[in-house]
């Protein structure tokens, strides 16, 4: 009888021993395919992505007035300018206003039509294809009554506000700009984290007030240098024209200096 409980215990002792080797096996498993799948996620970044196409009711939309155009005429012949309109962003919206319906505009439109490329010198982000979507080639945003820049994956923006200064006079030295001028790419994302910190809170140097958002005001002239990593390095000269009822605004551009496209070591290197 006790050989007979002995070996009951011996034999339980064993199917207990190789079900807690079955529980460790799964749980090790269990936890490498987490690890693999989140892996996965980090590195399966590119999806299709369409760029929006606007309708030409949407495209008029976007021309600046022909006064704005009469306007603008004399800074419009120096090279690499040009007249923009800008509508503030807002979310995609499941059901249209009678208004937007009687302009013609989509759902999407002002998801659209608030960001602007200097790269590409057309609204959107600039993307088509299999990408990383985060990685857009747009400089410029309009939103909440701000301008927005370094707002992509991997890119850092600033913007200074020069007051009611006639922008064909400035250039890469003038005053407050030569702080833009001057920046060099970072070398690594750790550096480019603590830049984009430092963008976004703002920060003040030789009077002038630098920051990633500025508030649009009307007859003032900006400039922004935007760095996007492997896309484009810009610096960018601009003057508010215009501010609609509707919100949205006509800036005038002029592109200041292109610089050599940075390179830095992202976060997944």
């Not at 009554?145 to 009611?164: A, M, N, P, R």
């Not at 958002?213 to 007859?219: D, E, G, H, R, S």
């Amino acid at each position: 009888m006790r050989l007979a409980a002995a070996a009951l215990l011996v034999l339980c002792s064993a199917v207990l021993g190789l079900c807690q080797a079955t529980d460790s096996r799964d749980e090790s498993e269990q936890t490498n395919e987490i690890t693999s799948v989140k892996r996965r996620v980090l590195l399966r970044r590119n999806v299709w992505v369409s760029e929006y196409r606007f309708t030409s009711e949407e495209k008029r939309l976007l021309e600046p007035s022909s006064f704005d155009q009469r306007s603008a005429a004399a800074i419009l012949q120096l090279p690499e300018t040009g007249l923009v309109r800008l509508y503030p962003w807002s979310r995609r919206r499941m059901l249209i206003s009678v208004g937007d319906l009687a302009d013609g505009r989509g759902p999407d439109f002002n998801a659209h039509a608030c960001i602007y490329s200097f790269s590409k010198e057309r609204h959107g982000s600039g993307l088509n294809g299999y990408v990383d979507p985060r990685l857009g080639w747009a400089e410029l945003k309009l939103g909440e009554g701000k301008f927005f820049t370094g707002f992509t994956g991997e890119s850092l923006g600033v913007i200074v506000s020069l007051g009611d200064v006639p922008l064909e006079i400035v250039t890469p030295a003038s005053d407050g700009v030569i702080g833009l001028t001057n920046i060099t790419p970072p070398a690594d994302n750790l550096e480019a984290t603590v830049l984009s910190h430092r963008n976004r809170a703002g920060f003040e140097m030789e009077k002038f007030k630098y920051g990633s958002a500025l508030p649009v005001i009307a007859n003032t002239t900006y400039v922004l240098r935007s760095t996007s990593n492997r896309r484009a390095d810009l610096l960018i000269g601009f003057r508010v024209v215009r501010e609609d009822p509707e919100g949205s605004v006509t800036i005038v551009w002029r592109k200041l200096k292109t610089y050599p496209k940075p390179t830095w070591k992202s976060r997944e290197e």
